[in-house]
Structure formats: C-alpha cells, structure tokens
C-alpha cells in the first residue's frame, strides 16, 4: 500500500510540475533601432493568457540612464486598456504596477514603456526585467530581455562605413550650430560623436542633406 501510495505521489508531482511549466507565460522585450533624441516606445508583449484570470501585473523594467530616460507607460490599444496602473521612476529603473477587476484575455501588447534617447546615446543597451510577477506571482513567467540600438547619428555620408570622410565632412562644420550637421542634436556640431564610432559599419543611411 505504502509503495503504490509512492508511486501515485511521484506521478502527481510530475503531473504539477508539468502543468506548471505548460502554463508559464512568456513575456519578452523587443530588439528595436532607436534614435538620439527622439522618443521611443518599447511594447512587453506576452503568449496567450485566456483562462488564467490575469488581473495584476507587478514590473520592473532595468536600463542604462546614460542612453534612456523612462518617460512613462502607455496602455491605450494593448491588453491592460482601462486597467488601474502607476509607475515610478528611480535610479535606472521603471517600476509598474497594475491591476484590474475583470480578468484580461487574448495576447500581444501588454502595455508599451516610454522612453527618450539621450541626446549624446550610441551603440547598443539592454533592457530587462528586474521584477515580473503575474498575480502576485501565482501566475509563473519566463522573462525575455530587449535591446535597444542607436541607428541615428552614425555615417554622415551614407556610404555604409564610418571613416575618415566622414570625420571630414563633419570638421567642415566644427565649432558651428548648423542643424543639418549637428548629428546628436545638442546645439553644437562636433567631431566627438563620428570619431567614437570610426571604423564601424552603418546601422542606417544618412539623410539625404549629406549626399
């Protein structure tokens, strides 16, 4: 009797452990270009979560100050429209916290974090998940993290490389406040941020005012 009561224990808890891991919601940040200086909308998106009763979601999403700066949330148009939602901004991170009182079908856009690109951003820089709990976290989650990359101030004559020409061409206005030649859009044209990226190839095309 003991020994078949073992055996059933040992099923079972397989059992539970499977079902927990089949109904594991995976929550994932995208790999997206972004510009110096420019807003930036970073959509979480998520599997199907019909039948799970979601109604609480607890965020804390990580980034680099240096190159981002959380600006908020945005919910209209995603899975948490009309949901009770606050965030804060501290130290390098976006806390969320949401909930509702009807339970939230369907997959997709869970909500999109806002952010702007520092003026002076370049290269790439990961976002992740400091904190992710569904309903308290009785809801289990795998978290997949995002990274952003900076597309906007490289290769000012648009021919796929950063070189010496174009540390040229940007020296044909140093020390000026051009607009067409201020890259980073900080007032003043400088040769700094073309230098920092020599050698490398071009995520974009320059814009047509250079070629």
Not at 6 to 26: K, P
Not at 43 to 70: C, H, M, Q, Y
């Amino acid at each position: 009797m003991a020994h078949r009561f073992g055996r059933l224990f040992v099923v079972c808890a397989c059992v539970i452990a499977w079902t927990s891991a089949a109904q594991a919601v995976d929550v994932r940040l995208p790999e997206i270009p972004a510009d110096p200086a420019k807003p930036l909308v970073v959509p979480i998106t998520v599997d199907d979560v019909t039948g799970l009763n979601l109604k609480g979601v607890d965020i804390v999403l990580r980034f680099s100050p240096e190159v981002l700066t959380a600006t908020g949330i945005e919910t209209r148009g995603t899975l948490t429209d009309g949901w009770l939602a606050a965030h804060l901004v501290q130290d390098g991170e976006l806390r969320i916290s949401m909930a509702t009182a009807r339970a939230t079908t369907g997959k997709g856009v869970l909500l999109n974090a806002t952010f702007t690109v520092n003026p002076k951003a370049t290269g790439e820089t990961s976002i992740t998940f400091g904190k992710l709990m569904f309903n308290e976290n009785r809801i289990p989650t795998t978290p997949y993290p995002g990274k952003v990359t900076i597309t906007g101030i490289l290769d000012p004559t648009g021919d796929g490389v950063v070189d010496l020409k174009d540390v040229m061409r940007i020296a044909e206005f140093f020390g000026s406040s051009d607009p067409a030649a201020d890259l980073n859009h900080d007032g003043v044209v400088d040769i700094v941020m073309v230098a920092r990226q020599f050698g490398r190839k071009a995520f974009r095309a320059a814009p047509r005012l250079w070629r």
